[in-house]
């Protein structure tokens, strides 16, 4: 039986909400609506992300971009059959508006609910693609402050090969970006700046490139862009455009060639790229040449949906029911998740 699923992110600085529908039998999900409302400039001015101030709106967002994707998929509320939410993990505040609106509808419409994590969203978000994957493959997850790389058998199967220690690819890009005083958010405007500059300018480190395990640390690599950008001193405006290149080179050098590792390892012949840095052009560039030499298929979510957006929920719903790992409730007391480490999923 097909289902009418509408997602909500509130996880974090962007609302996010989503229409997609299950097949009547086997088959991908399909997304039929979605919008999405990012904080970006609200944040700006206090340079990172400020929990009450994101929370507050949520609210403001939440019903108008709800009545917004119901209009454009030309469906009603009542048409829903699964109300999805984020659970977590994300800020407490945030998912708690989310999670607060997702099951006052799905109780007025008498309609069951579905907690979602949000790392398994982004995980399964290349599966809204035009090209979308089939299982099993490697992931590597980019998200914020998650960088992991696991192996994915099937929905609610993941075992994690390697995680970060410290920072995450994530943070490494927004932290190297405001030690070179790179306005908020730093990630995107330091790839954006590393265009114009050269990757082999500065010599920094690659941490646990060499270790013989699939885990990350990226700390040590904003400590030396930290030193690098003092002793650049005065000169480290017009070498700006070198020291991104050189460190989103040092990042990215990292990320591939544990994913290589990963693949050799597992002998697995397919990888996912999901999370927001997996729209990172020199990403993207990097790993397709290196999967490209060993014919190894690459799938990344759109461009558009790679950071936090309502229909990854949707769909990590929709496909948890199909696989039978979980059924949605009508239950409407709720809890929130803060932190939830994927690999207790089911």
Known sequence: MSLLILGIESSCDETGVALVRTPDGQGVPALLSHALHSQIEMHRAYGGVVPELASRDHIRRVLPLTEKVLADAGVVLENVDVVAFTRGPGLAGALLVGSGAACAMAAALDKPVLGVHHLEGHLLSPFLSEDPPEFPFIALLVSGGHTQIMRVDSVGE?????????????????????????????????????????????????????????????????????????????????????????????????????????????????????????????????????????????????????????????????????????????????????????????
């Not at 690819?169 to 995107?188: C, N, R, T, V």
């Not at 990403?283 to 990854?312: F, S, W």
């Not at 039978?324 to 480490?341: I, M, N, T």
């Open 158 to 346: 993941y075992e994690i090969l390697g995680e970060t220690i410290d920072d995450a690819a994530g943070e490494a890009f927004d932290k190297s970006a405001k030690l070179m005083g790179l306005p908020y958010p730093g990630g995107p405007v330091l790839s954006k700046l590393a265009e114009a500059g050269d990757p082999k300018a500065f010599k920094l480190p690659r941490p646990l490139l060499h270790s013989g395990d699939l885990d990350f640390s990226f700390a040590g690599l904003k400590t030396a862009v930290l030193t690098q950008a003092k002793k650049l001193g005065d000169e480290l405006e017009e070498r700006k455009a070198d020291l991104a290149a050189s460190t989103q080179a040092a990042i990215v050098e990292v990320l591939v060639k544990k994913t290589m590792a990963a693949l050799k390892q597992t002998h697995m012949k397919r990888v996912v790229v999901a999370g927001g840095v997996g729209a990172n052009k020199h990403l993207r560039e990097q790993l397709n040449e290196a999967c490209a030499k060993l014919k190894i298929r690459v799938h990344y979510p759109e461009l558009h949906l790679c950071t936090d957006n309502g229909a990854m929920i949707a769909m990590a719903a929709a496909m948890r029911i199909q696989a039978g790992r979980e059924q949605a409730q009508h239950e409407y007391a709720f809890d929130v998740k803060p932190r939830w480490p994927l690999d207790s999923l089911k």
